[in-house]
């Protein structure tokens, strides 16, 4: 059996996430018009009914975002983002009871975010974008997913050449803890993403979710992994989209439960709390 160690993870506000009794369900709420995996924009009365429902089918946390960071993505500026999140995070303060994540790499979003309500910050660059939301995120005392990657979404195929996948993500994603923690974020307070998907090819992402349980150990810290719908299922697929391709999540997320994943993040909220369920009492069972 994999191990699953627990953490306290400490989030704005003076709220506290308990990590490791049971893996959580993070939903995902795009309010893009160009994510690669929703078929259309969502508005922000539809986003703030969405939120809920994902609430009232199981989902521990919801994270949400207004800029794509799908491979080949334009970035969008600060401005646009917020006009996409504000809205919706404050259309939910008060109505929804779980933590909200804010996914962003802009400090000036996540402390418009923290201020709305949000109580942690996704960073798909492991504070490699905007240095500044290191202080963001100390002074709101918020919780942090560092994820790995490299370059941008434009071109971070071309980085993902490795000799070894799993030192390397590790070392890197080591890195990138001991540069918050010398920004002022403390230790306790990191969550750390080994980016399946993000400038890794198919059979690196694949090698990622096969060895978790290494990189939680090197790391120790809890583990955030997110394969949902993402480009490497394609082909376990038979060439489906991205909105057909729920049943090959099924079995990623399946693979990063056994794994000792603390937070699986997932689009299809539902039906994947069914499947973490299932493939945990698969973890325990002697």
Same mark, same amino acid.
């Given at each position: 059996?994999?191990?699953?160690? *627990?953490? #306290? !993870?400490?989030?704005?506000?003076?709220?506290?996430?308990?990590? =490791?009794?049971?893996? %959580?369900?993070?939903?995902?709420?795009?309010?893009?018009?160009?994510?690669?995996?929703? *078929?259309?924009?969502? $508005?922000?009365?539809?986003? /703030? #009914?969405?939120?809920?429902?994902?609430? +009232?089918?199981?989902?521990?946390?919801?994270?949400?975002?207004?800029?794509?960071?799908?491979?080949?993505?334009?970035?969008?500026?600060?401005?646009?983002?917020? $006009?996409?999140?504000?809205?919706?995070?404050?259309? %939910?303060?008060?109505?929804?009871? !779980?933590? !909200? *994540?804010?996914?962003?790499?802009?400090?000036?979003?996540?402390?418009?975010?923290?201020?709305?309500?949000?109580?942690?910050?996704? $960073?798909?660059?492991?504070?490699?974008?905007?240095?500044?939301?290191?202080?963001?995120?100390?002074?709101?005392?918020?919780?942090?997913?560092?994820?790995?990657?490299?370059?941008?979404?434009?071109?971070?195929?071309?980085?993902?050449?490795?000799?070894?996948?799993?030192? @390397?993500?590790?070392?890197?994603?080591?890195?990138?803890?001991?540069?918050?923690?010398?920004?002022? /974020?403390?230790?306790?307070?990191?969550?750390? #993403?080994?980016?399946?998907?993000?400038?890794?090819?198919?059979?690196?992402?694949?090698?990622?979710?096969?060895?978790?349980?290494? !990189? =939680?150990?090197? %790391?120790?810290?809890?583990?955030?992994?997110?394969?949902?719908?993402?480009?490497?299922?394609?082909?376990?697929?038979?060439?489906?989209? +991205?909105?057909?391709?729920?049943?090959?999540?099924?079995?990623?997320?399946?693979? +990063?439960? %056994?794994? =000792? +994943?603390? /937070?699986?993040?997932?689009?299809?909220?539902?039906?994947?709390?069914?499947?973490?369920?299932?493939? @945990?009492?698969?973890?325990?069972?002697?």
């Amino acid at each position: 059996m994999s191990v699953r160690p *627990s953490f #306290d !993870i400490p989030l704005a506000g003076g709220r506290v996430l308990e990590l =490791g009794r049971r893996p %959580l369900v993070m939903g995902i709420l795009n309010i893009t018009p160009d994510s690669f995996a929703e *078929s259309r924009p969502v $508005d922000p009365r539809e986003a /703030i #009914d969405r939120a809920l429902a994902m609430e +009232a089918h199981g989902a521990d946390l919801i994270d949400i975002g207004g800029e794509s960071t799908r491979p080949g993505a334009d970035p969008v500026d600060a401005r646009t983002e917020l $006009d996409r999140i504000m809205p919706v995070l404050e259309g %939910l303060r008060g109505r929804l009871r !779980i933590p !909200i *994540s804010v996914d962003t790499y802009k400090g000036v979003v996540a402390d418009a975010a923290i201020g709305a309500g949000a109580q942690m910050v996704n $960073d798909v660059s492991g504070l490699q974008y905007d240095p500044p939301l290191a202080e963001v995120v100390a002074r709101r005392g918020a919780a942090i997913v560092l994820m790995h990657t490299r370059g941008r979404s434009k071109n971070m195929y071309g980085e993902a050449d490795y000799a070894d996948v799993i030192g @390397e993500v590790t070392a890197e994603l080591r890195s990138r803890v001991d540069a918050a923690v010398r920004a002022g /974020i403390p230790r306790t307070s990191i969550v750390v #993403d080994p980016g399946v998907g993000f400038a890794k090819r198919a059979e690196h992402s694949y090698g990622v979710l096969a060895r978790l349980p290494e !990189i =939680g150990a090197a %790391l120790g810290r809890p583990l955030l992994v997110g394969p949902s719908r993402k480009s490497f299922l394609r082909a376990a697929a038979g060439g489906a989209e +991205a909105p057909q391709r729920d049943w090959v999540t099924a079995a990623a997320v399946t693979a +990063a439960v %056994l794994g =000792g +994943a603390h /937070i699986l993040r997932v689009h299809a909220v539902a039906e994947m709390v069914q499947v973490v369920r299932a493939a @945990e009492e698969i973890r325990q069972a002697r």
